[in-house]
């Protein structure tokens, strides 16, 4: 029997994720999983702003690293939270079923009724979001929110809500609902008014290109449509530079063998925005995400991604 060592974040969801990929791999009795957790940077500094501290691979590199020394067999990531460009030899060999991609808004516990969040002039309403991408969107249809920068794992974050300390936050749909708090959305975020950050609501499962037998059981578990999806987000991603300091937002959505992507690029403050749309079919994913990204560049995205750091470090998002 084959036995791999799978690398983890230790956070509810994180260990979520990488049971429900164990429990994929171990389905045909052939293979024995063992959850190996790793503290990353971004878990040690919980509270400090993601773009301060390198973006969202600090969620990953340590994990990575331990991939690349032949420590661990596999590492299980939210798709979003990984690097534009992968380090090299290791690649994306699979991923799960994607989950509702969309943004959501929590309400605390002891209430029911949206703000009004949409009315100029209205009391300031105190939103808690450790997402530059959603807050350069938000802001925009939102004159009356007022953004607070809010870290931590989903269960710190609706403590903090519960507490009092905002009067709503913001959160990927797709957590939530895998660890059962389903029911605190008081509201999904359609992407016409908050595009979700590419590869949201993906499992990603990261192996070493040389080892093929890992590859190979891999790919066996893996969700075609997902796999499309993040390739064209991903592309959209890679080709714009992918610095952490610019919102970039990037969704898929397939009917049939058609691929339609929506994309985005906005100033932190939301004061720029532009979005690009392209379709063709699902096998073409990565031309589609290309030629997204080149029509963005083509409106003007270059002088809005040109302050941000440059590198590959992906969309600062949580």
Same mark, same amino acid.
């Given at each position: 029997?084959?036995?791999?060592?799978?690398?983890?974040?230790?956070?509810?969801?994180?260990?979520?994720?990488?049971?429900?990929?164990?429990?994929?791999?171990?389905?045909?009795?052939?293979?024995?999983?063992?959850?190996?957790?790793?503290?990353?940077?971004?878990?040690?500094?919980?509270?400090?702003?993601?773009?301060?501290?390198?973006?969202?691979?600090?969620?990953?590199?340590?994990?990575?690293?331990?991939?690349?020394?032949?420590?661990?067999?596999?590492?299980?990531?939210?798709?979003?939270?990984?690097?534009?460009?992968?380090?090299?030899?290791?690649?994306?060999?699979?991923?799960?079923?994607?989950?509702?991609?969309?943004?959501?808004?929590?309400?605390?516990?002891?209430?029911?009724?949206?703000?009004?969040?949409?009315?100029?002039?209205?009391?300031?309403?105190?939103?808690?979001?450790?997402?530059?991408?959603?807050?350069?969107?938000?802001?925009?249809?939102?004159?009356?929110?007022?953004?607070?920068?809010?870290?931590?794992?989903?269960?710190?974050?609706?403590?903090?809500?519960?507490?009092?300390?905002?009067?709503?936050?913001?959160?990927?749909?797709?957590?939530?609902?895998?660890?059962?708090?389903?029911?605190?959305?008081?509201?999904?975020?359609?992407?016409?008014?908050?595009?979700?950050?590419?590869?949201?609501?993906?499992?990603?499962?990261?192996?070493?290109?040389?080892?093929?037998?890992?590859?190979?059981?891999?790919?066996?578990?893996?969700?075609?449509?997902?796999?499309? &999806?993040?390739?064209?987000?991903?592309? =959209?991603?890679?080709? $714009?530079?992918?610095?952490?300091?610019? /919102? +970039?937002? @990037?969704? !898929?959505?397939?009917?049939?063998?058609?691929?339609?992507?929506?994309?985005?690029?906005?100033?932190?403050?939301?004061?720029?925005?532009?979005?690009?749309?392209?379709?063709?079919?699902?096998?073409? &994913?990565?031309?589609?995400?290309?030629? =997204?990204?080149?029509? $963005?560049?083509?409106?003007?995205?270059? /002088? +809005?991604? @040109?302050? !941000?750091?440059?590198?590959?470090?992906?969309?600062?998002?949580?």
């Amino acid at each position: 029997m084959t036995r791999l060592t799978l690398g983890t974040r230790g956070s509810a969801l994180a260990l979520w994720q990488a049971r429900t990929v164990a429990a994929a791999l171990e389905c045909d009795g052939q293979c024995r999983c063992e959850l190996q957790v790793i503290k990353t940077t971004g878990d040690r500094l919980a509270e400090v702003n993601l773009s301060k501290i390198g973006g969202k691979q600090v969620f990953v590199k340590e994990i990575e690293h331990a991939l690349a020394e032949g420590e661990i067999d596999l590492a299980v990531h939210s798709a979003k939270d990984m690097p534009a460009e992968l380090p090299e030899g290791l690649t994306v060999a699979g991923v799960l079923p994607r989950e509702d991609p969309r943004d959501a808004v929590v309400l605390p516990a002891d209430r029911t009724d949206l703000p009004p969040l949409d009315r100029s002039g209205a009391t300031p309403i105190n939103v808690g979001s450790g997402s530059i991408r959603r807050v350069a969107q938000l802001s925009r249809a939102w004159p009356a929110a007022v953004f607070s920068l809010i870290r931590g794992n989903i269960d710190t974050r609706l403590r903090k809500l519960d507490d009092g300390d905002y009067d709503l936050v913001i959160l990927a749909a797709a957590g939530l609902r895998r660890l059962g708090h389903g029911d605190r959305i008081a509201t999904t975020l359609e992407p016409a008014l908050c595009l979700p950050a590419p590869g949201q609501g993906i499992v990603a499962i990261e192996t070493r290109e040389g080892d093929v037998d890992t590859m190979n059981r891999i790919s066996a578990v893996s969700d075609p449509l997902a796999s499309a &999806a993040l390739e064209a987000e991903r592309k =959209v991603l890679i080709d $714009l530079g992918g610095g952490c300091q610019v /919102p +970039i937002g @990037a969704l !898929a959505t397939i009917v049939d063998d058609q691929l339609t992507l929506q994309a985005l690029v906005a100033s932190p403050d939301g004061s720029e925005l532009l979005r690009r749309e392209g379709r063709g079919n699902i096998a073409d &994913a990565a031309t589609i995400g290309a030629s =997204v990204a080149s029509g $963005l560049l083509e409106d003007g995205a270059g /002088p +809005i991604l @040109a302050p !941000a750091t440059t590198g590959s470090s992906g969309a600062a998002d949580a």
